[in-house]
């Protein structure tokens, strides 16, 4: 079948905006009625948008002023000055079209023009080495910022084999960027299929305790976490009364995990915690923050058996013990809510303790809290 002619494409497009029928048009120039309705579809559809530069983006000039700057030899700040810019913007601008050497104006234009480009391939969508790496960090219970740290650490100079962590968040949750299996998240610390907000409650239906020591009489090295032995515990509950002592680290964020038999009552979670410190050095406890729960009402005796002087925070205050909230955060990615504790055994606890040791954390500058915990004890 023959194309429609110019001047054909000039009759329909004078005739259909005077309101006159495809199938009309179609008998007098004696075409197919579907050809000519084509057609009509076509001229109808909203043309597409121009791409535009937007205002806050370097032009075309203003590059050009940025390369006869650095050929002047002149300082970022002057070049800056003169194009009413901010000198951080030409730094960056210079730094990844070759540096000063390097940069041409229309280049640059031209690469900026391509990046801009919408919408754009997701690194982890194209990078198969890279997605295979996260896809395996994510099934060892890592979160996505201490994947994002690794990457860093172990391909410094590889920018293909870098992603931050927002990416693998949207590669997980967002429709349409869902480069990583679905099933993925459930390897999340908190299992989420998508974001939602969670909300905080000030429950604390924990008694008073007597003759307590505020942590305001802490030792100023275990305030600013000089020295290794100084911990945070806490216990993570579980139903039927159930729990688990959680014991962290302040300075290398090491964790022990210690069970509790039977009910959360005060003999038996200081008793528990008393045979787990006995087992480490004299210079590796020195101290033990906790919260005012009643399982520590015989901090007494806690601390006359072991040495080991105990500080309480104030009620409902758990920033004062943020080192050890963190972890029982992380801690039920393991053991989540509404579970029983009792099932667990002291070996399987140490088994998930391990785990969480060799994990990279960001305050620590992506080494793990075994490294650090090693390095002071050398």
């Not at 001229?43 to 032009?59: D, E, G, T």
């Not at 729960?293 to 004062?320: L, N």
Request: hydrophobic share 35%; aromatic share 6%.
């Amino acid at each position: 079948m023959r194309r429609l002619s110019t001047a054909e494409k000039a009759v329909i497009l004078e005739r259909s905006r005077a309101g006159v029928s495809s199938r009309q048009i179609a008998r007098d120039l004696d075409r197919p009625v579907r050809t000519v309705q084509e057609r009509v579809e076509r001229l109808r559809r909203r043309p597409p948008a121009v791409r535009r530069r937007a205002l806050r983006q370097l032009s075309v000039a203003e590059r050009e002023e940025i390369s006869r700057g650095l050929a002047q030899r002149r300082s970022f700040r002057s070049i800056a000055a003169g194009l009413g810019r901010s000198p951080s913007t030409v730094c960056r601008e210079v730094a990844r079209n070759g540096g000063r050497r390097r940069y041409r104006a229309a280049r640059a234009e031209d690469r900026a023009w391509a990046h801009g480009r919408r919408p754009k391939l997701a690194k982890l969508a194209v990078q198969d080495e890279l997605r295979g790496l996260v896809s395996d960090k994510l099934e060892q219970r890592w979160s996505p910022q201490q994947i994002a740290g690794w990457l860093r650490q172990e391909f410094p100079g590889r920018a293909e084999m870098q992603v931050s962590h927002e990416t693998i968040y949207l590669a997980l949750f967002v429709q349409g960027r869902g480069t990583l299996r679905k099933e993925l998240h459930a390897y999340l610390r908190r299992g989420h299929a998508t974001r939602r907000p969670r909300g905080y409650t000030t429950y604390n239906g924990q008694g008073r305790l007597r003759e307590v020591v505020h942590i305001s009489q802490r030792p100023a090295e275990a305030e600013d976490r000089a020295v290794p032995g100084h911990w945070e515990g806490d216990l993570l509950l579980g139903t039927s009364s159930t729990c688990i002592a959680t014991l962290v680290e302040r300075q290398s964020r090491f964790v022990m995990l210690v069970k509790i038999p039977g009910r959360r009552t005060s003999e038996l979670v200081t008793a528990a915690l008393a045979a787990k410190i006995q087992q480490l050095p004299t210079e590796l406890f020195r101290s033990l923050t906790w919260d005012q729960g009643k399982e520590m009402s015989e901090h007494a005796k806690f601390t006359i058996d072991t040495g080991v002087q105990v500080y309480f925070c104030d009620p409902r205050s758990p920033w004062q013990r943020g080192t050890n909230e963190n972890t029982n955060g992380l801690l039920r990615q393991y053991f989540p809510r509404g579970k029983s504790m009792a099932a667990h055994t002291q070996a399987h606890l140490d088994a998930v303790a391990a785990q969480l040791n060799a994990r990279p954390r960001q305050t620590l500058n992506w080494k793990t809290p075994s490294q650090v915990l090693e390095q002071a004890l050398r």
